[in-house]
């Protein structure tokens, strides 16, 4: 069956660099009609798209956090990673990985992993 | 502020129906699929309608979604107190360069 799974660290400081992978099973990465995006939650607040890469490593960004970020894939590993730079308490928040086909549709959700940005 | 909109919240009794709306423009909803998702307390989003009007598997048929123009509506009959959770719609938008984006999400509560 389709998993996603995010891991990464749940403590980060202001102005650090965030890391975060998505590993995935059930689906392959080279998949031409699948794809990865990468959405955050803060506690109490809305879902925020941030980034989308395709079978074809075609990469797409959310427009205000493009600079700060860097989405990347390794298919053999079938994973996915996220960078995220210079860290901001605003940034706290659930982080999903999510399986996008092309419907298109989020199909499948990682479980999010919640991350702090405090010093 | 969501470059989707949708109402806040919406109540309604058991047994009864809802709709939520979700208004977008060209350069989304207009010209590209709508899905929506229920994300229930503590737990991960999840899909309940695809490519405006489909289902997947597993999601009962009192979740109906349609769209029109620039508009989408998600539809939920019978309700149940389990329904009772946020609900986001989505979609691409091709305005400047192509993107995901989400409507700001309703709360569903059932009275």
């Known amino acids: 069956q389709v998993t996603l799974k995010e891991s990464g660290p749940v403590l980060v400081k202001p102005t650090e660099t965030l890391t975060l992978t998505c590993t995935v099973s059930?689906?392959?990465?080279?998949?031409?009609?699948?794809?990865v995006s990468w959405i955050r939650q803060p506690p109490g607040k809305a879902l925020e798209w941030l980034a989308h890469i395709f079978s074809n490593d075609e990469k797409s960004y959310s427009t205000s956090l493009k600079s700060r970020l860097t989405i990347s894939k390794d298919t053999s590993k079938s994973q996915v990673v996220l960078t995220m730079t210079n860290m901001d308490p605003v940034d706290t928040a659930t982080y999903y990985c999510?399986?996008?086909?092309?419907?298109?549709?989020?199909?499948?959700w990682g479980q999010g992993t919640l991350v702090t940005v405090s010093s | 502020q969501s470059v989707l909109t949708q109402p806040p919240s919406v109540s309604a009794a058991p047994g009864q129906k809802v709709t939520i709306s979700c208004s977008g423009s060209?350069?989304?909803?207009?010209?590209?699929?709508v899905s929506w998702y229920q994300q229930l307390p503590g737990t991960a989003p999840k899909l309940l309608i695809y490519?405006?009007?489909k289902r997947p598997s597993g999601i009962p048929d009192r979740f109906s979604g349609s769209k029109s123009g620039t508009s989408a509506t998600l539809g939920i009959t019978g309700l149940q107190t389990g329904d009772e959770a946020d609900y986001y719609c989505g979609t691409w938008d091709s305005s400047l360069s192509a993107l995901w984006v989400f409507g700001g999400g309703t709360k569903l509560t059932v009275l």
């Open positions: 060209s350069s989304n909803i207009g010209n590209n699929y």
């Open positions: 490519e405006n009007n």
């Open positions: 059930g689906f392959s990465l080279s998949n031409a009609r699948m794809g």
């Open positions: 999510a399986r996008m086909t092309d419907n298109p549709s989020l199909d499948y």
